[in-house]
């Protein structure tokens, strides 16, 4: 099982003749990913390394039948135009790792995402691995190792950390997800741990959030009330100075909400372990995992 | 009115907002709030800096007060307008006091709605007679918002004159970085004196460049991972002297980053945290043309750590021998050898 890609996974690229999309097809070729097709607008009918271009989203469709769209296409060169692309072909999940797309153009492609029934994540996000089997994405393949640890984090960097962690400490990964930094993502913290807590390879959870917004706290309420796996957490940002931007554009905190301290108490009090630096978030995981299969102490 | 003209809120309790009853009172009111540092550390961040503007304006005979604002709305995913009776207070004080305040969605596809605007007036009690000059008020600011790629635009206080007259009295707008490009005029209005000299020369060679008050310097290569970079150095007893994403790839951004914390005289150690996927051959840390350490922050000790693709290349960069460079495993063992290193002590 696992959740969000797999073994059936079938990738389409859009903006696969690019510096980053041409690399970054090449890199999961190499680990294994079905990499069925790459789109862009007038370059049909070349190939980048081995798979076939086609100049639209809907001509890939037809003759690759992919499941899932890998979108590489900068901010510059309307990365919008291709999330919209690929939902209105069709295509059930749309990752996005473009990032610097301008807010105010994600609220409308969030809302026809929406209306179309595909999911999107991200955008600004690393994507989604799920060891072994395929990698959607940017990070460093070589650092997972299949296990039953599921990962969503707002933070390209510190997925790795932890996936880095998780392994070094001999246990593996279920799926990593990079939900993106931005303040306007497709999937949210909830709508991942939704899919952990449903996925019978997945044994507990680890949460990795960041200063700025509430969806920490929404992902705290919803552990509470649905998450029956075990779940370690950790957020960015204790040290970060209020109304300053850190780099993502999600992490800015003002006022008295969105700071790492009311995120941290959230989760706790819904039964996260929380963590004081990513190194400590693998032992927590052990710890809770042989907690969860005693069958004693609390299972979150 | 005398009004300093400065980049943060809590003016007003501060000192720099005035009444003058006369053209003599204005001039001394005035020279007392030039020069005056009224910046609100919470509003502001870091910027400590001295007003040298004011806005001098026709007091009104004021018979309400509102707080009007659209917002970019992360839980909502769209763009959300709200208004309190409440005007002329910080909207976030109000949200702690007196929740009274009255928020509507706009449509994220066809924009805001008459009805929306029109349930924002009767939300917060409005006449019948005032509600339409509220509505165009409302219709406004949600277009002005849009048109400049707004996260925030606030005005506060807005209020009605006891004749009736609806009047802006102060305003502010928070523009998204990402929709600069679409918007060149806006890069005029941007005030040096208003921003931190290093941040400013960071933006413009596109890194994301915190100043803060330690004395460890951050280089690290993505947003979330510089954080926790920050954090590990407090948590082990020391205090960062930035944040600083350089991202994943260009040379010479990484280049300009290390020399911003190289001239920062502050700064006894740097903690370089370089984790990534995007390394590719030529972006390797340290590459040749990294510039040399200036000699005056010569004593600098490098803390090292270095994980990812092509990691092997990475690990041995070509341009860090320095004698005083020292390695990590792990985060937590960075951050405790840095702050170790910048206190004097010799660490291996």
Not at chain 2, 202 to 217: E, N, P, S, T
Not at chain 2, 233 to 254: C, E, M, R, S, Y
Request: with cysteine; charged share 20%; aromatic share 4%.
């Amino acid at each position: 099982m696992a959740i969000l890609v797999d073994s059936n996974t079938r990738v389409l690229v859009q903006g696969i003749t690019g510096r980053d999309g041409s690399f970054h097809t090449r890199q999961m070729l190499d680990y294994g990913t079905t990499v069925v097709a790459g789109v862009t607008p007038g370059k049909g009918g070349q190939e980048v390394h081995g798979v076939p271009v086609f100049n639209t989203v809907r001509q890939a469709v037809e003759a690759t039948v992919p499941n899932v769209s890998f979108i590489t296409v900068p901010a510059r060169l309307n990365a919008t135009d291709a999330i919209l692309e690929a939902a209105d072909a069709g295509v059930p999940l749309i990752i996005c790792i473009s990032e610097h797309i301008p807010v105010l153009d994600m609220v409308k492609t969030y809302a026809r995402v929406q209306d179309s029934g595909s999911r999107l994540i991200g955008p600004n996000c690393p994507g989604v691995i799920t060891p072994g089997q395929a990698k959607v994405g940017i990070m460093p393949g070589f650092i997972h190792q299949p296990g039953h640890v599921g990962i969503v984090s707002r933070s390209g960097t510190l997925t790795y950390e932890a996936v880095h962690a998780i392994s070094q400490q001999g246990l593996g990964q279920s799926t990593a997800v990079g939900i993106g930094g931005d303040p306007i993502i497709g999937t949210s913290f909830v709508d991942v741990l939704r899919l952990f807590q449903d996925d019978p390879d997945t044994h507990g959870i680890v949460l990795i959030g960041e200063i700025g917004g509430s969806d920490e706290e929404t992902a705290a309420a919803f552990i509470r009330e649905h998450v029956t796996k075990p779940v370690v957490g950790f957020i960015a940002g204790q040290t970060a100075p209020p109304g300053k931007r850190m780099g993502h554009a999600g992490a800015i905190i003002s006022g008295g909400t969105g700071t790492a301290a009311e995120k941290i108490a959230a989760l706790s009090a819904a039964g996260a372990r929380m963590a004081n630096s990513p190194a400590q978030i693998a032992a927590l995981m052990q710890e809770a995992l042989a907690n969860a299969e005693r069958g004693t102490g609390n299972a979150k | 009115m005398i009004k300093a003209q400065v980049h943060s809120g809590g003016r007003g309790k501060a000192g720099g907002i005035r009444l003058a009853k006369s053209p003599e009172e204005a001039e001394r009111l005035a020279g007392q709030i030039l020069g005056m540092d009224i910046h609100d550390r919470r509003s502001s961040g870091w910027i400590s800096a001295a007003t040298h503007q004011v806005l001098v304006a026709l007091g009104v005979a004021i018979a309400r007060e509102y707080y009007l604002g659209a917002i970019l709305d992360r839980d909502q995913r769209g763009v959300t307008l709200m208004g309190s009776a409440e005007g002329g207070v910080e909207i976030e004080e109000v949200a702690r006091e007196a929740p009274e305040i009255i928020k509507v969605e706009a449509d994220p596809l066809l924009g805001l709605q008459d009805y929306e605007a029109r349930e924002l007036a009767f939300g917060l009690g409005l006449e019948a007679t005032q509600v339409n000059d509220f509505v165009a008020i409302v219709k406004g600011l949600y277009r002005a918002f849009v048109g400049e790629d707004g996260s925030l635009a606030e005005i506060n206080p807005l209020i009605q004159t006891d004749d009736g007259r609806w009047l802006a009295l102060d305003s502010k707008m928070v523009l998204d970085d990402s929709a600069l490009a679409r918007h060149p005029g806006v890069e005029n209005l941007r005030d040096p004196d208003e921003e931190n000299a290093t941040e400013m020369e960071a933006r413009a060679a596109g890194l994301a460049f915190v100043k803060l008050d330690g004395d460890i310097g951050c280089m690290v290569n993505s947003a979330g991972l510089s954080m926790a970079t920050m954090d590990a150095i407090k948590n082990a007893g020391g205090a960062p002297a930035n944040f600083l994403d350089v991202g994943g790839g260009a040379t010479a951004a990484q280049v300009l980053g290390l020399r911003l914390i190289l001239t920062d005289p502050h700064v006894k150690a740097i903690l370089f945290n370089i984790f990534g996927g995007i390394a590719r051959r030529r972006d390797r840390a340290g590459h040749r043309r990294r510039p040399r350490p200036d000699r005056r922050h010569g004593a600098a000790s490098w803390s090292l750590r270095l994980l990812g693709t092509n990691q092997e290349e990475g690990a041995h960069p070509a341009g860090i021998r320095a004698s005083n460079l020292i390695t990590a495993e792990t985060l937590d063992e960075a951050a405790e050898k840095v702050v170790a290193a910048s206190r004097g002590a010799a660490v291996s």
